[in-house]
C-alpha cells in the first residue's frame, strides 16, 4: 500500500487507490488498455515498465494497487480466476515433499486443487479444524510449509482465530494463508492479524455483480511479493484488461454494499432461527455460533453469508432450492443480487465422501442487496 493512501479510509482507498486520473485526457477512470503489447523508445527503452501484457498491463496494475491498499498490504497481484489465484501461490511456496495443513471445511475447489492436482505433483495435506488451534497445532509436521484457512469458512461459516493461528504458523516457521472471499477486506483485514499471504476470488464480493471472473493474492512481504509476481508472469493466468476495469468499478461500491448484505442477512438469519423447518442456522453473527466472540473481534460485520440445515433430509434441501424464486438457484455468491444453492450437489460435490463433505440438509444462501421483505417472503414460501 502506497503512502498516500496509508492514512485514508476504507472508503476513501476503495474509490482512489490505484485511481489515478488519466494523464493524457484527465478521464477520472483508468482507460482499460486492450492492448497486448506496447513501442519501446529504443531496444529496452519501456515506457512506464510496459513491454508485454501477460507481464504487466495498466489496468491490471491499477487493480494491483488498489487490491494492496485494501487489504494493507505492500503487493497485491490480480489473477483470470480465484483457482489460478491459488495455483500460483502453490507452485510458488511448495515443492514436491512438502505438507500445507488446510481446513476441513472449505471451498470444493480449493480441496480438487490439492487432492486431485497438487497432491499429484507430490505435495501432501493434512485436514484439520482450523476452528481448534491446538488440532491445528498438531497437524504441522517438518515438512509443513503452509498453513491454509478460510474464515467465514465455505460453506459451514466456521471461524478461524487468524491471530492464534498466525501465531502457531510463526511458532513452527511456516506460512499462514488467508482466503478472505467471503469476509472481503472491508469486514476483515488478515495481514493485519498475522496472515502472509490473503487469498481472494474476485468474482464474487469484490466484483459484487456476477459479471466476471477473477482473483488476488496481497501479501505484506515485499520479497514475498516479487516471488508471486515471478511466478505470475511465468505461469501467465492474469487478469485481463477488461476484467480489471470491471473488477475495479465495483469495488468502488464494497463498503455500501457489505453494510446492505450484513444488514440483509441478519434480518434473514433472524427468522430462519424461528422457522419449524429449520433444524439449524449457520451465521457466526448468532450468539450461540461457537465461532460469534472471534468473529465479533476480527470482523466489522458478519456478512452476507447464511447456510442452515432443515427437515426432511436433502430431498428437502433441494425443494427448497427449487421452489425458491426471488433467490436465484445458482452456485458463486458475493453479487447484488441474492443466490441459493445444495452445496452437497453443487459447489461442494467434489468434497464427497472426504473429511470436507457437508451435510446432505444443508442449504446456503448469498443475501444479496434487494429489500429484505421480499427476500424473506421469498424464503418463507420456498420453505413452506
Not at 470444493?108 to 486443487?113: A, H, P, V
Request: net charge negative.
Amino acid at each position: 500500500m502506497s503512502d498516500q493512501h496509508s492514512h485514508q479510509s476504507f472508503e476513501t482507498r476503495a474509490i482512489h487507490a490505484g485511481n489515478t486520473a488519466d494523464p493524457l485526457t484527465g478521464a477520472v477512470v483508468p482507460p482499460i488498455y486492450q492492448v497486448s503489447t506496447y513501442k519501446q523508445d529504443g531496444v529496452g527503452g519501456l515506457r512506464g515498465g510496459y513491454e508485454y501484457s501477460r507481464s504487466a498491463n495498466p489496468t491490471r496494475t491499477a487493480l494491483e494497487e488498489n487490491l494492496a491498499a485494501l487489504e494493507g498490504g505492500r503487493r497485491g497481484l490480480a489473477f483470470a480466476s480465484g483457482l489460478a489465484a491459488e495455483d500460483c501461490l502453490l507452485r510458488t511456496l511448495l515443492a514436491p515433499g512438502d505438507h500445507v495443513v488446510i481446513p476441513n471445511d472449505a471451498y470444493g475447489g480449493t480441496f480438487r486443487l490439492f487432492a486431485k492436482v497438487v497432491q499429484r505433483w507430490g505435495v501432501d495435506f493434512s485436514v484439520a479444524n482450523t476452528s481448534d488451534v491446538d488440532e491445528v497445532r498438531a497437524a504441522v509436521n517438518d515438512r509443513t510449509k503452509l498453513i491454509w484457512v478460510e474464515t467465514p469458512s465455505n460453506p459451514l461459516l466456521g471461524i478461524t482465530d487468524i491471530e492464534a493461528i498466525a501465531g502457531v504458523a510463526r511458532q513452527a516457521g511456516v506460512k499462514l494463508v488467508v482466503d478472505n472471499t467471503f469476509a472481503s477486506p472491508y469486514l476483515q483485514q488478515p495481514l493485519a492479524l498475522g496472515a502472509d499471504v490473503v487469498v481472494h476470488s474476485l468474482t464474487k464480493y469484490m466484483g459484487g455483480h456476477s459479471d466476471v471472473v477473477g482473483g488476488a493474492l496481497v501479501t505484506a512481504d515485499e520479497a514475498l511479493g516479487e516471488e508471486l509476481a515471478y511466478h505470475q508472469n511465468a505461469m501467465g493466468a492474469v487478469a485481463g484488461p477488461f476484467d480489471s476495469w470491471i473488477v475495479l468499478r465495483g469495488i468502488k461500491t464494497l463498503a455500501v454494499r457489505m453494510d446492505r448484505h450484513s444488514e440483509n442477512a441478519e434480518k434473514i438469519v433472524e427468522m430462519l432461527t424461528q422457522h419449524p423447518k429449520v433444524t439449524q442456522v449457520l451465521y457466526p453473527g448468532l450468539p450461540e455460533h461457537p465461532g460469534h466472540e472471534i468473529a465479533a473481534k476480527q470482523m466489522r460485520s458478519f456478512g452476507g453469508m447464511i447456510s442452515f440445515r432443515v427437515q426432511g433430509g436433502e430431498q428437502a434441501a433441494v425443494e427448497v432450492c427449487n421452489r425458491a424464486q426471488l433467490f436465484t438457484l445458482g452456485e458463486s455468491l458475493g453479487g447484488v443480487e441474492s443466490l441459493i444453492e445444495h452445496p452437497g450437489r453443487m459447489t461442494h460435490a467434489s468434497v464427497a465422501g472426504s473429511a470436507l463433505e457437508v451435510p446432505a440438509d444443508l442449504v446456503r444462501l448469498s443475501v444479496g442487496i434487494e429489500n429484505v421483505e421480499d427476500l424473506l417472503a421469498d424464503l418463507r414460501q420456498a420453505l413452506g
